[in-house]
């Protein structure tokens, strides 16, 4: 699975973005997705993660909600819908795929990632 992240940029605090990864295949529907991010001199931390259904979804404290993850299995695509960024959003953020959405907070479980797109949030 090859998957493809966009849509990262640089926006004031306050402001929002919305990231899209898509993953070209048929196979899309069947996998969990998470979008991850790496800040400066951090480990790289789950953001949110959703079921391949959509049903169940997952976000880190920090970002509850800000944040939105969704995604349309018919384009093979998931979103993260980020809102009233706050400078300490500033990071690399990657998607990622797995198998099931149990365990979604573990990357370890995660068996596909693409490139990552920066987010830059000035104040």
């Known amino acids: 699975v090859q998957l493809q992240a966009s849509g990262g940029g640089l926006v004031q605090a306050g402001g929002s973005l919305r990231l899209s990864c898509i993953a070209p295949g048929r196979t899309f529907s069947s996998y969990a997705m998470g979008w991850f991010r790496q800040r400066p001199g951090k480990e790289r931390e789950l953001v949110a993660a959703?079921?391949?259904?959509?049903?169940?979804?997952r976000y880190t404290d920090s970002v509850k909600g800000r944040f939105t993850v969704a995604r349309d299995n018919a384009k093979n695509t998931v979103y993260l819908q980020m809102n009233s960024l706050e400078p300490e959003d500033t990071a690399v953020y990657y998607c990622?795929?797995?198998?099931?959405?149990?365990?979604?907070?573990?990357?370890?479980?995660?068996?596909?990632w693409g490139q990552g797109t920066q987010v830059t949030v000035s104040s």
């Open positions: 959703i079921s391949w259904s959509g049903g169940n979804t």
């Open positions: 990622a795929a797995r198998a099931d959405f149990r365990g979604s907070s573990d990357i370890g479980g995660y068996k596909y």
